[in-house]
């Protein structure tokens, strides 16, 4: 693996484009000799596996620059004997036949999915030992990669000869070993909604069974289809004290819908785990000065998962909203490389900015909620886009001038002419205004998305009031009935 220079930026994962494979999780409900069943399949399918192995690895030469269905033919060549081949170079898998009878009545298409997976190691063992040869390594005494048989893998499941599925697919067959010979067994399953797209794909879905869970990994083809033009944005201020504060704005500055979102009960839960942290840091650091690795890993580890859950609440309602205003885009701000700093002295402003980022911003790593709502957005064929954040929170979406924070309450600011108000709220109005002054030519590209100004440009920090400026036919600033929700 290698390092990364220093003064590089880390390129970002590409957005979903058609094409994309996205992998649901449908749960299967065996009985007990079911799960027998599955779990046999499995290890008769790996048995298989681990036997393809040294056969694609001593032909590999040969295999290396086919296409993967020349690839499995190949393979399949060396030692399935047929009618039109009566004479193979490998007869293993008959002699094995006799102390792993799956063997004799293995099913074609499995067969095939395994010889798939046997090239899959091989290639990733060979690519990985070419990397050692070439100097690229992790440490200078680094070992050199080895060619493992045992291998930890999944069966995939043809439609039709592997798997069938039952109507509003409530049930599936699927073809398993029970022992003594391969039969069809039928079991109820749950599945999510991305089978009702009508532009997504099914793939074969992978058997994942073990000792915790029995369910398919169900691939799709992602194909979006892209969202018609509309006049409404959605403009996300993700923040503190309110997780993400969502307002749809028309072109004309009008407010169709204001929206808190604000999962209390998961972020107290997590807060709890992060206490506790910070409690037994204390107590750790008073005896010892410091903190052994792995300290308090089971705790992280909850906490990491309350902050998944969370942003998956949070982005879920997010293209609800979306949905169902019909906006042609969500707008978030650009805070990729923002450093936050750190409060008063015994503050836990600090400590709220660490939870903040990894949970509702993600800002100095993965940005969990913009992620997964670019991810889950895009697939529904809708745009994301990003706009400079300087001055969104600053100033009053009215054209009033610089707003001041309230001391006592520092989710609320107050206006010069006197007026309070939310000040997520006031961030995402000015937030939707930089996206739409954009695009109806009131200022350049690289003052709105890149925060550079020439001098030609006025420096004017772009509000509301700008855009309202700009449409000449509105009706009013600001809908005096908007919908106004808390989540």
């Known amino acids: 693996m290698t390092k990364r220079k220093k003064g590089t930026k880390r390129k970002s994962p590409k957005n979903n484009q058609p094409g994309d494979i996205r992998t649901d999780k449908w749960k299967l409900y065996p009985s007990s000799t079911q799960k027998l069943w599955l779990t046999m399949t499995v290890q008769e399918y790996r048995k298989f596996v681990r036997a393809l192995i040294g056969m ?38 008959e002699k094995a036949a006799k102390n792993f009878p799956s063997f004799r009545k293995f099913p074609d298409y499995l067969r095939r999915a395994a010889i798939q997976n046997a090239i899959g190691q091989v290639s990733s063992f060979v690519t990985r030992y070419q990397k050692w040869q070439s100097g690229i390594r992790n440490r200078r005494d680094e070992k ?4 493992t048989s045992v291998t930890n893998v999944y069966p995939a499941l043809y439609k039709g000869q592997c798997i069938k599925y039952h109507e509003e697919y409530t049930a599936v067959e699927i073809k398993v070993w029970n022992g003594t010979d391969w039969v069809w067994t039928s079991m109820p399953c749950t599945v999510r909604a991305r089978h009702l797209v009508t532009t997504n794909e099914l793939k074969s879905p992978s058997l994942i069974v073990n000792n915790k869970s029995c369910h398919l990994s169900a691939p799709f083809a992602i194909n979006p289809q892209e969202l018609p033009e509309s006049e409404t944005v959605l403009a996300v201020d993700l923040g503190i004290n309110t997780t993400a504060t969502a307002t749809v704005v028309t072109s004309v500055g009008t407010v169709k819908a204001r929206v808190f979102i604000h999962p209390a009960t998961d972020i107290d839960r997590r807060d ?10 204390s107590q750790t650091m008073r005896k010892s000065g410091k ?10 580890r909850k906490a990491t998962n309350i902050n998944r859950e969370i942003a998956q609440k949070v982005s ?12 042609r885009a969500i707008v978030f701000e650009n805070l990729k490389g923002w450093r936050p700093k750190g409060g008063r002295k015994r ?26 709502t670019q991810e889950k957005w895009h697939e529904r064929g809708g745009k994301v886009e990003f706009v400079n954040p300087r001055y969104t929170s600053k100033y009053a979406y009215d054209g009033s001038g610089i707003v001041k924070r309230d001391s006592d309450n520092y989710a609320l600011c107050v206006f010069t002419t006197g007026k309070r108000y939310n000040a997520d709220l006031n961030g995402s109005l000015n937030i939707a205004a930089r996206y739409w002054v954009h ?15 020439s001098p030609d440009t006025s420096r004017t920090p772009i509000t509301l009031a700008t855009l ?7 009706s009013s600033r600001e809908d005096t009935t908007p919908t106004t929700r808390s989540v």
């Open 56 to 93: 694609g690895y001593t032909h590999w030469h040969e295999v290396a620059d086919l296409n993967s269905q020349q690839q499995v033919n190949y393979v399949e060549a060396l030692f399935n004997r047929t009618k039109q081949r009566s004479t193979v170079k490998y007869d293993y898998f």
């Open 144 to 147: 050199p990669p080895r060619l």
């Open 272 to 281: 709890k785990r992060l206490s506790k942290i910070s409690r037994k840091a």
């Open 291 to 300: 903190l052994h690795k792995g300290f308090c890993r089971g705790l992280y």
């Open 316 to 327: 879920d309602e997010l293209v609800k909203i979306a949905s169902e205003h019909q906006c």
């Open 347 to 372: 503050s836990n402003l600090k400590q709220r900015y660490h939870g903040w980022c990894q949970c509702a911003a993600r800002m100095l790593r993965k940005r969990f909620i913009v992620r997964l």
């Open 439 to 453: 695009q109806l030519g009131g200022c350049k590209a690289t003052e709105v998305f890149e925060g550079k100004s």
């Open 468 to 474: 309202w400026s700009l449409n000449s036919n509105y």
